[in-house]
């Protein structure tokens, strides 16, 4: 029962891009300033893009130039793009409100696994 649905994850090699979304969980919430996290195995969620509700954008240094998060209001829905993705990236992806005192409970994630 997290407060979003994060949806496009899977299996791909280094090189190829996901299109990651996150929506709503129920209709009476909206999307807005968003980040998304990611959280590989033994290590802690990191924050690696964030989009303010102004639109400003945020991005770690490790995926700058590659990663891409951007909303959509129509379709209450935010995304990240991830272009040239690394076997470095491979992490649940999560989204949530992009400041701690704004976190709602946790979804489920999407699992991106970047192997050859």
């Known amino acids: 029962q997290g407060r979003f649905v994060e949806s496009g994850g899977g299996l791909v090699q280094p090189g190829e891009s996901l299109r990651l979304s996150c929506t709503p969980s129920?209709?009476?919430?909206?999307?807005?300033?968003t980040g998304w996290y990611r959280q590989a195995p033994g290590e802690e969620r990191e924050l690696v893009a964030s989009?303010?509700?102004?639109?400003?954008?945020n991005y770690e240094d490790s995926v700058k130039g590659r990663f891409s998060i951007s909303r959509d209001d129509a379709k209450n829905t935010v995304y990240l793009q991830m272009n040239s993705l690394k076997p470095g990236d491979t992490a649940v992806y999560y989204c949530?409100?992009?400041?701690?005192?704004?976190?709602?409970?946790w979804g489920q994630g999407t699992l991106v696994t970047v192997s050859s």
């Open positions: 989009i303010n509700s102004g639109g400003s954008t």
């Open positions: 949530n409100a992009d400041r701690q005192i704004y976190w709602a409970p």
């Open positions: 129920e209709s009476r919430y909206t999307i807005g300033a």
